[in-house]
Each structure stands twice: as C-alpha cells, then as structure tokens.
C-alpha cells in the first residue's frame, strides 16, 4: 500500500550559507607618497617661478623631443611629477587617490609602481613619437591606472558577481569624457593619454592580479596567481612594445 511520506521523514536541508573570503590587501603607502613627492614638486616649480622668474624644475624634466633625442631619457619618465597649474595637478592627484588607492591594495606595493611609471613612460613614449610639442603632467601614469582597473574587472569578472558589468562602463566613461575633452581642448597631450591607457593595459593584462578559490570551506581564500612572478611579466609587455616605439621616435620625427 503506497503512503504518503511526511515531511519528518525527509532531512531538513540548510540554505547555502555565503562564505566570507578576505581578500588581498596592503595599505597604499606607494599612492600616498606619490602624491606627498608630487605635491612638493609642484611647490618647487612654484618656488622657481617666484624667486627666480623661471620654473627651473619643469625645464629639467619636461618631456622635450629635441633633449630626449640628445640623450635626455629621464624625460620619458620625469613629466608624471610635473604639473602646470594648480587645477592640473588638482585634478590628477584627486584621481591617483581615487583609483591609486584599490589597485595599489590589490598590486602590492612594488607591482603598483611599476604599473604606474611604466604607464607614464608608455604615455609619454607615444607623445614623443606623435607630438612636437612639450607636455607634462601625471595623466599619462593615471590612465594606465583606469585602464588597468578595466583588465582587473574583466580578468577576475568571475569572482565579482553583479557589479562587473556598471564598473566597466563607469571607466568605459570616465575615460572616454577625458579623451573627449582632450580632443576637444587645445594643449591637451591626448596621445599621451591613449600611450597610458596602452601601457596600463599592457601591464595589467600579463601581470595585473588573477585572482582565484582555494582551500575548502570553511577556510576559504583568495590567491593570485600572478604574485611573485606579475610584476616581471607585465614590465616585459609594456618594455617590449614601447622600447621600439621609443627608438622609432629617434627615426621619425612627428610634423
């Protein structure tokens, strides 16, 4: 005779539980000490201006074809520290604390540098190739830093459930308002920002964090697969693309 079974005789099963995984982090020091070493850079260039009617410090490191080409490399590098109004270094030095901040806590202190310097120098390389005029400025450096959110979001989309998809258009237009008003605004380096965003990207996308599961539950935690051996990969990516570019701008001069 077939009986109808009661709920007692069935186990109760439990809702899944969410885990709680911590994730890698350090604190920016990197970040806030570029924006302490940049600031007191700004002062100086002020300093010279006041008292010596001539911005000494902006003559040394601006990036300059013709002195880049007389040997002068640390020009490639030097403008990320250089500004040209208060609202100019206003505006990066809001934005490095905005996206410095998060990246440098998932990089590590060294592989954030590194990703930060090499953007600039990427930013700066393009310029020197497709521009004659001189620029300055840390918004090469800071759109490595926007387009390697982008590879971050994108590479660990997996573990970041909903928000993936606003994140990458919220950078998708953060960047593209900037590159417009590049566009669109006269002295505005914008090939030293697209150089940026490459150079970012490069770096990010062979060295930049890859998170992943490991352990069982309840000792859950996150990992990337990339520590120890990124930040070696990623320079690799942006030294091999851009080195070339750089000799290029020795044989091509831009009109």
Do not use: C
């Not at 260039?45 to 300059?64: C, E, I, M, P, S």
């Amino acid at each position: 005779m077939n009986q109808n079974p009661t709920p007692e005789q069935f186990p109760q099963t439990q809702p899944p539980r969410p885990v709680q995984v911590a994730v890698p982090s350090v604190k920016p020091y990197a970040t806030y000490t570029l924006l302490v070493v940049t600031t007191l850079v700004y002062l100086l260039q002020l300093a010279g201006q006041y008292l010596l009617n001539a911005d000494v410090v902006t003559a040394l490191g601006v990036k300059d074809d013709v002195l880049i080409r007389a040997g002068q490399l640390w020009r490639l590098i030097t403008p990320v520290f250089l500004h040209a109004s208060i609202l100019h270094i206003a505006f990066n030095m809001y934005a490095l604390f905005i996206f410095g901040r998060g990246i440098e806590a998932r990089y590590g202190h060294g592989r954030f540098l590194l990703l930060y310097f090499l953007s600039g120098y990427a930013g700066n390389v393009m310029s020197f190739l497709l521009t004659v005029s001189p620029s300055l400025g840390a918004s090469t450096a800071i759109f490595g830093l926007i387009s390697a959110e982008g590879v971050f979001i994108i590479q660990n989309r997996s573990l970041l459930g909903n928000r993936v998809n606003r994140s990458l258009m919220n950078l998708v237009y953060i960047a593209g308002v900037n590159l417009l008003i590049g566009f669109t605004t006269t002295g505005v380096d914008n090939w030293g920002h697209i150089g940026g965003l490459l150079g970012g990207l490069l770096f990010a996308w062979f060295g930049g964090p890859r998170w992943k599961l490991e352990g069982f539950y309840p000792s859950v935690r996150l990992v990337d697969e990339r520590e120890g051996h990124g930040a070696l990969a990623g320079t690799l990516s942006v030294l091999l693309f851009f080195i070339p570019l750089t000799v290029l701008g020795w044989i091509w001069v831009a009109k």
